[in-house]
């Protein structure tokens, strides 16, 4: 099992950052693939970004790119997503999430979210 919990969020104006982090706990972060999702109000889940397990190999959604970066930290089970230059359009439900056999970035199969944390972009 793998308990993933999202920390971070919040009220930022446009043209802020934030960093979100996402804690987990269980035997096989080590090896799991994670990713950042996130859903707007009355719209479909999203992919933001995915990480491989060394870190090394990442994945972003076209309209992502140059503004975040995902990382991790595998000696503190934790990842991130940084967020800049942020746009009223980015506000949503951030989730994060994990697939624990270590897919490749760009089709790895997520079995476990965590809660979400909110991120409002104020214009």
């Known amino acids: 099992q793998v308990l993933l919990v999202e920390s971070g969020g919040g009220l930022v104006q446009a043209g802020g950052s934030l960093r979100l982090s996402c804690a987990a706990l269980g035997r096989t972060f080590g090896s799991a693939t994670m990713g950042w999702f996130r859903q707007a109000p009355g719209k479909e889940r999203k992919f933001v970004a995915a990480i491989d397990w060394s870190g090394t190999s990442t994945y972003y959604a076209d309209s992502m790119k140059g503004r975040f970066t995902i990382s991790r930290d595998n000696a503190k089970n934790t990842t991130y997503l940084q967020m800049n230059s942020l746009k009223p359009d980015d506000t949503a439900v951030y989730y994060c999430?994990?697939?624990?056999?270590?897919?490749?970035?760009?089709?790895?199969?997520?079995?476990?979210w965590g809660q979400g944390t909110q991120v409002t972009v104020s214009s």
């Open positions: 999430a994990a697939d624990p056999f270590g897919r490749p970035v760009r089709t790895a199969l997520y079995g476990y």
